[in-house]
């Protein structure tokens, strides 16, 4: 497969797309819900050509649509369609653009031809499709709302929320993740100019940069807050054996002490609750761990005069200060389940419970596996002074057992074993088990076939179970469930000379997903939703958006490998960028990569995975 981008024309949507509805043999609740989904969905499918200059230029003041400058707007937005009609305009060719030239006045461009040589672009094929992110100008190029979503999110880090929002108290990590990580995969962030401190460029620019690392500094200040010590008891054989509660043990407590007099010893363990003073709970840690992450990521990345470099430092003072403390609260939320005696099962099974005396789901195996592996505690062996090596108990074979027992006869994956197969369980079961690389415990091909009837034929987005409707959220919890497949069956068969050729495509039709996020899940104010008849939330922004930068970046290997460089030009190194197929305007609706197991950004992990914890 090539691996540069193409881009799908947004101009032909009856014909490049679906547009038969589902068909039903008994109408129930079910399919008339179904069908009520498709009809407010379908206005947005629309041929953009068909449309009315009004509604052009409305698309084009919201943002929608790229705008044409400086040529009349009315003029060149009337020569196709039902615009060309009314107006009485041949519309003998493709759009033309005018720019303005500094020195030789107006130049006409067509919508074909790359307006900024310097992204190197090349012209389109007849189908409207070009070959990597470049300056070529489709005025019917449908662009994500970087500026509108970027406010939005802001807005949500730096100013009280309404009253409200008192029901999501115990989820202040969440609420931080959700926006940080977005604003993360928009490059709201990015810090390029490396040749100049702050204080020595632009003024307005230094004036953000500062803002940005304010706002960065609150939010691990925000997480620390969220921190709660818990007491907890260990037997004291297991701290015998286990270098890091023994290091744990003998900082809290006398280094002389003899663990061999004692049954239990009690240690100063803890987790983020989802606000000041809460009970721990593994779901808001490692919304706080991931969040830590980025901003050590951001920060420490940066020279020590940057002004995002403080909040880095005091995020990776954090999380080192912390994790230990983490593990100790994560071994402590297991919980042993005999198996019931079949030939099939194999034995003991060991789950782990959200918080103390809470539920027992794969979502909290995945939510303390995913920071345990980016902070470095998923060591194969832990080796103690009398060089005695103990596995690490959070790579216990039980622990995949039981996941694995959780999938279902549909494929997908339920919450405990024999709970109907959904979504963000399925996402949570085989992204753990990625980690603990034990995906060949699992039915492959049945998982596989459930993920692939999850995405909607004619909306183009993922629903959450069968015979449910599509939702934002799932572009991520389906559609990076998928990606984490393909990559593990890649990298499985990459060594395998009789096994068909690997390729970076998802097994999904990552431009039908991208059109619905991009059409039906952004709202022109700012925040992406579930569906059109939806509002905008924290939550679905997020995950349209990390479902939207998996659809656009192809598969990769995982754990991600070292960046792979291209030749170097002068001290800066360009690393390899790998694209799906892309939908709009692919100088705009680019995104960063995330990483599809841990969900925060590539470049995040990559930084975490070589800290000397």
């Keep these: 497969m090539d691996h540069s981008a193409t881009a799908a024309s947004s101009t032909s949507t009856s014909s490049t797309f679906p547009t038969n509805r589902s068909k039903h043999i008994l109408e129930t609740e079910t399919t008339d819900a179904q069908s009520a989904t498709e009809d407010e969905c379908a206005p947005f499918f629309v041929d953009m050509q068909s449309l009315s200059v009004g509604q052009l230029d409305h698309l084009?003041?919201?943002?929608?649509?790229?705008?044409?400058?400086?040529?009349?707007?009315?003029?060149?937005?009337?020569?196709?369609?039902?615009?060309?009609?009314?107006?009485?305009?041949?519309?003998?060719?493709?759009?033309?653009?005018?720019?303005?030239?500094?020195?030789?006045?107006?130049?006409?461009?067509?919508?074909?031809?790359?307006?900024?040589?310097?992204?190197?672009?090349?012209?389109?094929?007849?189908?409207?499709?070009?070959?990597?992110?470049?300056?070529?100008?489709?005025?019917?190029?449908?662009?994500?709302?970087?500026?509108?979503?970027?406010?939005?999110?802001?807005?949500?880090?730096?100013?009280?929320?309404?009253?409200?929002?008192?029901?999501?108290?115990?989820?202040?990590?969440?609420?931080?993740?959700?926006?940080?990580?977005?604003?993360?995969?928009?490059?709201?962030?990015?810090?390029?100019?490396?040749?100049?401190?702050?204080?020595?460029?632009?003024?307005?620019k230094d004036v953000e940069v500062l803002q940005k690392g304010h706002l960065l500094q609150r939010i691990v200040s925000t997480l620390d807050h969220c921190w709660t010590d818990v007491s907890l008891t260990f037997g004291a054989d297991e701290v015998a054996k286990d270098v890091r509660l023994k290091q744990l043990f003998a900082e809290q407590g006398d280094k002389q002490l003899n663990l061999t007099q004692r049954e239990e010893v009690v240690i100063v363990g803890g987790g983020f609750g989802g606000g000041p003073q809460q009970m721990p709970h593994c779901a808001p840690t490692y919304a706080a761990v991931l969040s830590l992450c980025i901003v050590a990521s951001l920060g420490l990345e940066q020279r020590n005069s940057h002004p995002y470099h403080e909040a880095g430092k005091s995020a990776m003072d954090l999380i080192t200060k912390r994790k230990s403390q983490l593990y100790a609260f994560f071994l402590t939320l297991r919980e042993q389940q005999r198996g019931e005696g079949s030939e099939e099962d194999e034995g003991e099974r060991i789950a782990f419970r959200m918080q103390h005396d809470g539920e027992i789901d794969v979502r909290a195996a995945y939510c303390i596996l995913a920071p345990s592996y980016v902070l470095g505690l998923l060591n194969t062996k832990q080796t103690d002074d009398r060089n005695n090596d103990s596995i690490n108990p959070l790579l216990s074979p039980s622990i995949?057992?039981?996941?694995?027992?959780?999938?279902?006869?549909?494929?997908?994956?339920?919450?405990?074993?024999?709970?109907?197969?959904?979504?963000?369980?399925?996402?949570?079961?085989?992204?753990?088990?990625?980690?603990?690389?034990?995906?060949?415990?699992?039915?492959?091909?049945?998982?596989?076939?459930?993920?692939?009837?999850?995405?909607?034929?004619?909306?183009?987005?993922?629903?959450?179970?069968?015979?449910?409707?599509v939702d934002g959220c799932y572009s991520f919890w389906q559609g990076g469930a998928v990606a984490v497949l393909d990559g593990w069956y890649n990298d499985e068969t990459d060594d395998d000379d009789d096994a068909p050729g690997t390729t970076n495509e998802l097994s999904f039709d990552e431009v039908m997903l991208q059109r619905y996020i991009l059409l039906c899940a952004q709202d022109v104010n700012g925040g992406l939703r579930d569906k059109p008849s939806k509002p905008k939330d924290f939550y679905h922004s997020c995950y349209n958006l990390s479902g939207l930068s998996v659809a656009q970046h192809a598969v990769e290997s995982w754990p991600p490998p070292p960046s792979t460089k291209t030749k170097v030009v002068g001290n800066n190194e360009k690393e390899v960028k790998k694209f799906n197929s892309l939908f709009g305007d692919v100088n705009v609706n680019v995104i960063g990569r995330t990483d599809p197991v841990v969900n925060i950004r590539v470049e995040r992990v990559k930084f975490m995975l070589v800290q000397p914890f």
């Design 400 to 469: 995949s057992r039981h996941i694995a027992s959780c999938q279902t006869f549909e494929g997908g994956f339920g919450a405990e074993p024999y709970n109907e197969a959904h979504g963000g369980y399925t996402f949570c079961a085989l992204a753990a088990l990625r980690i603990l690389d034990s995906v060949s415990m699992i039915d492959v091909n049945s998982l596989s076939s459930w993920l692939a009837r999850r995405q909607m034929g004619y909306e183009g987005g993922f629903c959450g179970r069968t015979n449910k409707l």
């Design 60 to 204: 084009r003041i919201v943002g929608l649509l790229p705008p044409l400058l400086p040529q009349s707007s009315t003029a060149a937005a009337a020569r196709g369609g039902k615009a060309a009609r009314l107006l009485g305009v041949q519309d003998d060719g493709p759009p033309r653009i005018e720019l303005l030239d500094e020195e030789e006045g107006v130049i006409t461009h067509d919508d074909e031809m790359c307006l900024d040589n310097h992204n190197h672009g090349q012209k389109g094929n007849n189908n409207g499709s070009v070959n990597s992110p470049s300056s070529i100008i489709d005025p019917y190029a449908i662009r994500l709302l970087r500026a509108a979503h970027t406010s939005y999110l802001t807005k949500a880090l730096s100013n009280p929320l309404p009253r409200g929002f008192k029901s999501l108290d115990s989820s202040h990590p969440w609420m931080v993740y959700w926006c940080l990580h977005s604003l993360d995969l928009l490059g709201y962030f990015d810090y390029d100019d490396v040749d100049n401190d702050v204080g020595f460029g632009d003024a307005l």
